[in-house]
């Protein structure tokens, strides 16, 4: 959960930096290291017609300002060990005994672990008015489920990472409580495929966000879910 949590935080810093707020590596001392720089939601060779096509109608609606492109990057949330240590302390008061901090010195975001084409490809759009975040995901071959068929888990995680998305640019640091998926059709391998959360309403610390993944035509829907998502405050220990 944790790790999910930080990759959240990217894509949120990412467009909290476009409206002028610090980046999360702000706090460290020196400068940025370079791999901070590699954006892996950009166009990449290995990129299927659909995918590219997608991802430049998305960029032409963003030239107004309606869609904001969503950066994701593949790097540790903090770069010092005191932070991290600030940071579960804070927020997982009752987990801290439990994680390694030097490893997480180490962590990289799990759906950017695969060489380019084979496992998570993906880039996200948010929508301000519309509170709505749509990303655009094909899975590769290192993906399969059934033959022939992208694996439920595979794409459940990118519901998770998308829901948690929008419920992040929302409120901040949030988790999933949770994630009901009905599989209506199975997903073919190496397709793209368009995930749309809404953000449906929010009472207190709770948010609640659905979802559903289409078809690059919006003529097949794949699979829909519901979400729970719980706003993390450091007076409540989790």
Request: hydrophobic letters at 40%; proline letters at 5%; charged letters at 20%.
């Amino acid at each position: 959960m944790l790790r999910s949590c930080a990759a959240r935080l990217h894509a949120v810093g990412a467009l909290r930096g476009l409206r002028g707020c610090a980046r999360p590596w702000a706090r460290s001392s020196g400068p940025a290291p370079e791999f901070f720089h590699e954006d892996h939601s950009l166009p990449k060779p290995s990129w299927s017609k659909d995918m590219r096509l997608l991802f430049d109608q998305f960029m032409k609606k963003c030239e107004d300002g309606s869609w904001i492109h969503l950066p994701s990057y593949n790097y540790t949330l903090f770069q010092r060990s005191q932070d991290i240590s600030a940071f579960i302390h804070a927020y997982l008061p009752t987990a801290s005994k439990l994680i390694n901090e030097e490893k997480l010195l180490q962590a990289k975001i799990f759906t950017r672990n695969f060489e380019d084409g084979l496992g998570f490809e993906y880039v996200m759009f948010y929508n301000d008015v519309e509170k709505r975040v749509v990303c655009v995901f094909e899975g590769g071959p290192y993906l399969q489920g059934m033959p022939g068929c992208l694996h439920g888990g595979a794409i459940a995680t990118m519901i998770d990472a998308t829901v948690g998305t929008s419920a992040m640019i929302a409120e901040g640091i949030v988790m999933t409580a949770n994630l009901n998926i009905n599989f209506k059709r199975p997903v073919p391998l190496c397709s793209v495929v368009l995930i749309n959360s809404q953000l449906d309403k929010i009472e207190g610390r709770k948010l609640f966000i659905s979802c559903n993944v289409q078809s690059v035509d919006e003529k097949t829907l794949y699979t829909e879910a519901t979400s729970l998502f719980i706003k993390l405050d450091p007076e409540k220990q989790v």
